[in-house]
């Protein structure tokens, strides 16, 4: 009951009483616990499914893709998508900016992504990650890169999009940083379709880029102002490029297309 209209019960007229708003600090807490126990009851949601009807990671990117869009609304992150996905399974190749960027992209585009190796033994999103038949790499060695390059293929020539960040980390330059060109020439001689992302955020305080743990970002950026917009640019497939050089530059150029045209914010 908000406000101070008044309330008719049929016989007499009561005035209604203001509630005060809750507090901030009430209020994103209850909204970091949505997302953990939400993200914990999809997770063991879809572990009874597996039990009863066997294990699908198209099944299991589509939970992810419920609990993003719900976490999305929690964080309060407004998201917008312009442009649509290709019919056909694909590599995205996005900026990365926070590690909001998954939920956001979760929720816009339904794929799987590559992760470095040691996500796979975090809490919740360990499991989940392999559930959706995420490719895990490790980045330090040349045998961790080719594995990692090897299950990509295998993943996208079975059917499943990936969401794939080519800077490697996190940024908060206005345009990303070069892309590594090495996954571009695997595209390239495997004959991969390849589709440009760019994610603008309405706030710098979605960028991830300072010495903060999660939690602490969440609560002292993310939840500590106005709710942040957030927009999703899906470009069209690169194609006819003759090498993986040409095709990385032509992607990267692609993905900071956006920001250029329409600002580094949402």
Not at 55 to 83: D, K, P, Q, Y
């Given at each position: ?50 039990l009863l009807t066997g294990h699908s990671a198209a099944r299991a ?115 990303p940083r070069p892309f590594r060109p090495g996954a571009f020439r ?81």
């Amino acid at each position: 009951m908000t406000g101070s209209r008044p309330i008719h019960y049929g016989f007499a007229v009561a005035e209604a009483i203001p509630l005060p708003a809750p507090r901030a600090s009430v209020r994103d807490g209850f909204a970091l616990a949505a997302v953990v126990t939400s993200a914990a009851s999809h997770l063991l949601l879809y572990r009874l499914s597996a039990l009863l009807t066997g294990h699908s990671a198209a099944r299991a990117r589509a939970v992810l893709r419920h609990w993003s869009i719900r976490t999305c609304r929690w964080l309060r992150l407004s998201l917008a998508v312009h442009g649509t996905p290709p019919a056909g399974p694909c590599i995205y190749t996005a900026n990365h900016r926070s590690y909001l960027d998954i939920p956001v992209l979760a929720s816009a585009l339904g794929a799987t992504f590559m992760s470095r190796a040691d996500v796979a033994r975090w809490w919740i999103v360990g499991p989940t990650a392999r559930f959706t038949d995420a490719v895990f790499v490790e980045r330090d060695t040349l045998g961790g890169r080719v594995r990692a390059a090897r299950t990509l293929a295998r993943r996208a020539h079975a059917g499943t999009s990936i969401i794939v960040f080519p800077e490697g980390t996190t940024g908060g330059d206005r345009l990303p940083r070069p892309f590594r060109p090495g996954a571009f020439r695997l595209f390239h001689r495997l004959d991969l379709p390849v589709v440009p992302v760019t994610i603008r955020y309405g706030d710098r305080r979605a960028y991830w880029t300072e010495e903060l743990g999660l939690g602490t970002h969440l609560r002292t950026r993310v939840l500590a102002g106005t709710p942040i917009a957030a927009a999703v640019h899906i470009g069209g497939v690169e194609q006819a490029h003759s090498n993986g050089d040409s095709l990385a530059r032509a992607v990267y150029q692609a993905v900071c297309d956006p920001i250029e045209r329409f600002g580094e914010l949402a």
